[in-house]
């Protein structure tokens, strides 16, 4: 096995300009720790879905049964067909990856506890994931995948490394 482990991650924790502020939420341990040992596979939903940057935040509303990504400051722009088409499209060509880390709390990347807003716009619960993370997770459910955030745990940091690594092994099985 020669090449380096394949890993998507959130192109915002490498440290790309990508986010709505035009800024970005490097992430000391992937950049600093993983990088000599893995192949980063980058993406950015927003920007992909043809998003620019700086652009407005974008939240997840509750809609009827389900959930729908819209501006925060605009509820008229809504980006929830978009983001789902393109995110199905993508994570269909991710079946190589032994791993994916992403950013914790984005509407589109978020893993777990992201905010889903009333209708109103009035209260949040935390409660949803990110509807690119979503995607990808209801394809590959034995991918290992997990948040910057929580990655600050060592205990958690070991357990995602094993499952790469296993993940990893056994791709090159077959
Ligand atoms: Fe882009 Fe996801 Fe980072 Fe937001 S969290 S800037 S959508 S990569």
Redesign the pocket.
């Known amino acids: 096995m020669s090449d380096k482990i394949p890993i998507g991650?959130?192109?915002?924790?490498l440290g790309?300009n990508?986010?709505?502020d035009g800024g970005?939420?490097r992430f000391g341990f992937a950049v600093d720790q993983l990088a000599p040992y893995v192949r980063f596979e980058?993406?950015?939903?927003?920007?992909?879905i043809g998003l620019p940057?700086p652009r407005p935040a974008?939240r997840l509303v509750k809609a009827g049964e389900g959930t729908a990504m819209r501006y925060s400051n605009d509820a008229s722009v809504d980006v929830t067909d978009a983001m789902q088409r393109w995110s199905a499209e993508r994570v269909a060509s991710l079946g190589h990856l032994c791993g994916y880390i992403?950013?914790a709390?984005?509407?589109?990347?978020?893993m777990e506890r992201v905010r889903v807003y009333s209708p109103t716009g009035k209260d949040a619960r935390k409660s949803g994931v990110?509807l690119?993370t979503a995607e990808l997770m209801k394809r590959y459910p034995w991918l290992p995948v997990e948040e910057d955030g929580r990655l600050h745990d060592p205990m958690l940091r070991e357990n995602f490394v094993e499952r790469v690594f296993a993940l990893y092994e056994l791709n090159a099985l077959w």
């Open positions: 991650i959130s192109a915002c924790l790309e990508v986010r709505f970005h939420k980058p993406i950015c939903p927003e920007m992909a940057t974008l992403v950013c709390k984005s509407p589109s990347c978020g990110g690119y």
